[in-house]
């Protein structure tokens, strides 16, 4: 069965600051995809990630950064320069890469408050 | 590209009703998915559909769930005899088959 865990349930940083959001997982497959997606106030999901569990190179995107680490079943998220706009709840999420039906099985979020 | 749409955006309905929830998923999407999401938790998958057939249904989805994918456009979902833990946002999500999941803006179910 896979699992995903998100043990911070709430977060809240001063704008600019920078803040990781953890997410560790589990699960039998060897090779899966591992998502995030955010969920703003307004509720709707945005994906914003999907990466192959061959693939742990890191990535940067604008002030967004993933660190993938297959040893810790752990795929962190973190924000540098944080702003308001930020806040929202983000979901880690897994499926598996092999099979048809890649069904996402989701954490239970982190609350992101960022504060001006 | 005018994203997954769900309607209606909320439903407030008495235990025992039967309440009908509709997704149009991107144009091009061949698969759809349904999950449910409960206050404070992620979404819980539901189901799935690769154009018209349905191929896979979760645990979570009771006798009194059903949904359809006619055509393999838009999809519906009916709860029957709705009762007070069917409250919940309702997500649709479509994506390419090998593609990321793209979501809706879910439907909010209140059963009272």
């Known amino acids: 069965a896979q699992k995903v865990t998100q043990a911070q349930t709430e977060i809240s940083v001063v704008e600019k600051e920078d803040v990781t959001l953890d997410c560790v997982y589990e699960?039998?497959?060897?090779?899966?995809?591992l998502f995030w997606y955010k969920q703003p106030p307004s509720g709707e999901l945005v994906f914003l990630i999907r990466?192959?569990?061959?693939?742990?190179q890191n990535e940067i995107s604008g002030r967004y950064s993933w660190n993938f680490q297959k040893s810790t079943s752990s795929f962190n998220f973190t924000i540098t320069a944080s702003q308001v706009v930020d806040s929202a709840v983000y979901f880690c999420?897994?499926?598996?890469?092999?099979?048809?039906?890649?069904?996402?099985?989701f954490g239970s979020g982190t609350q992101l408050t960022v504060l001006p | 590209d005018t994203g997954v749409s769900q309607n209606p955006r909320h439903k407030i309905t008495k235990r025992g009703q039967n309440v009908t929830f509709r997704c149009d998923p991107i144009?091009?999407?061949?698969?759809l998915y349904w999950y449910r999401q409960t206050l404070g938790q992620g979404p819980e998958f539901l189901t799935y559909?690769?154009?018209?057939?349905?191929?896979?249904k979760s645990r979570l989805l009771s006798d009194r769930f059903s949904a359809e994918r006619p055509k393999g456009s838009f999809s519906t979902l009916e709860i029957q005899r709705t009762e007070q833990g069917d409250s919940a946002m309702y997500l649709c999500?479509?994506?390419?088959?090998?593609?990321?999941?793209?979501f809706g803006p879910g439907t909010r179910l209140t059963v009272t």
């Open positions: 999500a479509s994506s390419e088959i090998l593609g990321e999941q793209y």
């Open positions: 699960t039998r497959d060897t090779t899966y995809y």
């Open positions: 990466r192959n569990s061959f693939d742990e």
């Open positions: 999420a897994l499926s598996e890469a092999v099979g048809s039906a890649r069904q996402l099985t």
């Open positions: 144009s091009e999407h061949n698969r």
């Open positions: 559909f690769q154009n018209e057939a349905q191929l896979e």
